[in-house]
């Protein structure tokens, strides 16, 4: 028999600035907790920006503060998984705010899940996604592409991926990407040669999480749910 599809909130912000979606996660993340709202995916650009997780370690970050901010480069830490990475214009940023206790049994299979989209994802476009044994993310023959860190709180998780799409990949240079020192970031830019029309990969994350996680989409704006 056929598991009914639960509903899942889409709402793409465009491009903001790292702290406003952060704090917009939050009041979202609560009110999935109290479950006022159903499971929801934001989808974002962010201006650059540089986050570190709770285990990150600062000698990752291979740049000064004061030079980060000549350049126009915010820098947070936060409460997700994970080490140190670059947010910023042409990359895919997705926080899926969802309860993990319904349907999904820890963290571990959700965050593989969430691989399995941006492999799918990846497929569509001619390109081979792969997981890596003991090691989140994905990567392609050439280097990482995507990074993920989660957090959860009671139940319901947030932070999510980034996808690089159309990345000014010189703004990695900037930090040991992951805390991983022999790790290479790659584009799906880099790797076609050419601009990737962030809608059409837009479109394929939305089908492929609907899919994977057996979600009925629905497309909100901000106030719908806020």
């Known amino acids: 028999?056929?598991?009914?599809?639960?509903?899942?909130?889409?709402?793409?912000?465009?491009?903001?600035?790292?702290?406003?979606?952060?704090?917009?996660?939050?009041?979202?993340?609560q009110k999935r907790i109290e479950c006022t709202i159903d499971d929801t995916l934001l989808l974002v650009e962010h201006n650059p920006v540089i986050t570190m997780g709770k285990s990150g370690r600062v000698d990752n970050l291979l740049t000064p503060f004061k030079v980060l901010k000549e350049k126009g480069i915010d820098f947070y830490r936060i409460e997700?998984?994970?080490?140190?990475?670059?947010?910023?214009?042409?990359?895919l940023i997705g926080y899926p705010i969802f309860n993990i206790k319904k349907g999904l049994i820890g963290i571990k299979p959700f965050i593989e899940k969430i691989?399995?989209?941006?492999?799918?994802?990846?497929?569509?476009?001619?390109?081979?996604?792969k997981k890596k044994e003991k090691m989140i993310g994905v990567w392609t023959e050439t280097g990482k592409i995507c990074s993920i860190g989660i957090a959860v709180k009671r139940w319901v998780s947030f932070h999510g991926f980034?996808?690089?799409?159309n990345t000014n990949l010189q703004h990695f240079d900037y930090i040991v990407p992951c805390g991983l020192k022999d790790v290479t970031m790659v584009s799906m830019q880099k790797i076609l040669n050419n601009t990737v029309p962030l809608d059409k990969v837009k479109?394929?994350?939305?089908?492929?999480?609907?899919?994977?996680?057996?979600?009925?989409?629905?497309r909100r704006c901000l106030k719908e749910i806020i």
């Open 1 to 29: 028999m056929q598991q009914q599809k639960s509903n899942l909130n889409i709402v793409d912000l465009e491009q903001k600035d790292y702290k406003e979606v952060w704090d917009l996660q939050k009041t979202i993340h």
């Open 80 to 91: 997700r998984g994970g080490d140190v990475t670059y947010h910023g214009p042409g990359q």
């Open 162 to 165: 980034a996808f690089n799409v």
């Open 203 to 218: 479109k394929s994350i939305i089908t492929n999480f609907s899919v994977l996680f057996n979600k009925e989409v629905k």
């Open 115 to 129: 691989e399995d989209v941006i492999i799918a994802t990846l497929r569509e476009f001619g390109i081979n996604g």
